[in-house]
């Protein structure tokens, strides 16, 4: 079975290291916090300090067949290095997981979902310029997943726009563009489609990870502040807003080049909203 590092081990990284553990891939799992590390140890897996903006790592870490990219570092300059790195390793694949955000609003509400095909929708941004970073690289091939807003567990998305007073009462935060449609992913998700690349062996693409469903802001957050509230009369607070900008991600990529199936594709199910202590 293949060696795979895992670069981040937190809220979606140990899970999944946990889960490659127990499918027969070598793992190796790496942090910078020693508390983390230590749980990455208790679940079996070998652990490793690293941190592409320090100026020395473990380079054992990077001894594997591929190399899974989940940390929030936008340093362009950091990331030129690890690539460096990458290129003189072992390495063969790197999946690095990315963000929707490098596409930008339309202030066209109407306008179609946006496909990995689309290069108008995209933004300049860091995050973009790591991603052309990775692609470009003549010594290993890159794919690259374009996560929505993460939920699940311990994201549950009423915590959000939720705001506990002194008095123990919650009021809601100001939302802003309530008739907006909003993009999402669930924790499980998440990790269904990166074992489902992993399966296929898909290598140089490029995946928007999103449900398939696509809610108003106003629909979803109200649902999701009652249910992390327990209050159901519970006061909403929406800020209308005079231009209708949004956003919609298409996940078709994924259901047809990956065959794969969601597993919480109703964003007002109670489903989305479960929660589970690590």
């Not at 179609?112 to 052309?132: K, V």
């Not at 726009?161 to 939302?175: L, M, Y």
């Not at 231009?243 to 597993?263: A, G």
Request: with cysteine.
């Amino acid at each position: 079975m293949k060696r795979i590092s895992i670069l981040g081990s937190g809220w979606l990284g140990l899970p999944l290291a946990i889960e490659l553990n127990q499918l027969g891939y070598q793992i190796k799992a790496s942090s910078r916090s020693e508390a983390r590390l230590s749980q990455v140890k208790e679940a079996g897996i070998s652990a490793h300090v690293y941190d592409i903006e320090a100026d020395k790592n473990d380079d054992s870490f990077l001894q594997a067949d591929i190399l899974i990219i989940n940390i929030t570092s936008k340093s362009v300059d950091s990331f030129k290095n690890l690539i460096a790195l990458i290129a003189d390793s072992p390495i063969q694949n790197v999946l690095f997981i990315s963000s929707t955000s490098v596409y930008g609003d339309s202030l066209n509400p109407s306008s179609p979902a946006i496909t990995e095909s689309n290069q108008d929708a995209l933004i300049s941004c860091p995050l973009l310029t790591i991603e052309n970073l990775f692609r470009e690289s003549l010594h290993f091939d890159t794919s690259i997943i374009r996560f929505s807003g993460l939920i699940g567990y311990q994201r549950h998305p009423g915590r959000f726009f939720s705001q506990t007073q002194e008095d123990g009462s919650v009021k809601c935060k100001p939302i802003k563009n309530p008739e907006a449609s909003v993009n999402m992913i669930h924790h499980d998700d998440c990790i269904g489609i990166i074992k489902a690349l992993l399966e296929r062996d898909i290598w140089g693409e490029i995946f928007n990870g999103c449900s398939s469903d696509h809610p108003t802001r106003r629909e979803f957050y109200t649902h999701a502040i009652k249910d992390y509230s327990g209050i159901e009369n519970i006061e909403m607070n929406f800020i209308e807003s005079e231009n209708k900008i949004n956003k919609v991600i298409s996940n078709e990529k994924i259901k047809t080049h990956l065959k794969y199936h969601f597993m919480t594709d109703n964003l007002l199910s109670a489903t989305a909203f479960k929660t589970r202590v690590n």
